[in-house]
C-alpha cells in the first residue's frame, strides 16, 4: 500500500493491517499490540521523517506477522537508539526513545536498512 503521509491516512493503513488480520489465527492482545505498532511507525513518518511518500506492507509469514514500512524521508535508523533509561524520575529523562522501545517490546524482531533512497523498517510479531 502507498499512501501519502498525512494523518488522515492512518486509518486507511490500520484498516489494511485489520484486513489482513481478519484472516490469521490473531489473539486480541496481539493485534492490539500490532495497531499500536503501526500507529506509532506511521506517525513518526508523518511527524518526523520529512517523507513525501510511505510504503506498508503487512504479510502473514509461518506463523508470524510481518510489518514493512519504507519512506522517502530523511535516513534514520530508529534501532541504533539507546533505549532511554525507564528507571530515571520523569523529570530526569531525556526527551524521546520511549516509541522505539514501546515497538522493541511489543514486536519479536525488528531490522532496518536504507537503500535505494528509503528507510526500509521490518518489524516481526509471532501470532501462532
Do not use: W
Not at 492512518?10 to 489482513?20: E, G, I, P, Q
Amino acid at each position: 500500500m502507498i499512501l501519502t503521509p498525512t494523518p488522515e491516512n492512518l486509518a486507511r493503513a490500520t484498516a489494511y493491517l485489520d484486513d489482513v488480520l481478519d484472516g490469521q489465527p490473531c489473539a486480541a492482545k496481539t493485534r492490539i499490540a500490532l495497531e499500536t505498532v503501526l500507529e506509532e511507525v506511521f506517525m513518526n513518518i508523518v511527524n518526523h521523517s520529512g517523507a513525501t511518500v510511505a510504503e506498508l506492507s503487512v504479510t502473514a509469514e509461518a506463523g508470524e506477522i510481518v510489518l514493512r514500512f519504507a519512506d522517502d524521508g530523511t535516513p534514520y535508523d530508529p534501532l541504533q537508539r539507546e533505549d532511554p533509561d525507564v528507571t530515571l524520575p520523569v523529570e530526569e529523562r531525556s526527551i524521546g526513545g520511549l516509541g522505539i522501545l514501546m515497538i522493541r517490546r511489543m514486536t519479536d524482531r525488528q531490522t532496518y536498512e536504507y537503500a535505494d533512497g528509503r528507510n526500509r523498517l521490518t518489524l516481526f510479531k509471532r501470532i501462532a
